[in-house]
């Protein structure tokens, strides 16, 4: 179990380098929804480009 553990949290970890996921800034849903997938698409292409 815990390695599952760890990778959870080191997906936290590459997400809160995007300043606006480390505090919740926005105030609708959606948008914070979107900014966390453009936050995960950029690390997918990062991921796949190396």
Known sequence: ???RRWVVERTFGWLTRWRRLVRDYEQRVD?????????AGSLLLRWISH
């Open 1 to 3: 179990m815990l390695p």
């Open 31 to 39: 948008v914070s929804q979107v900014m966390i997938h453009v936050a």
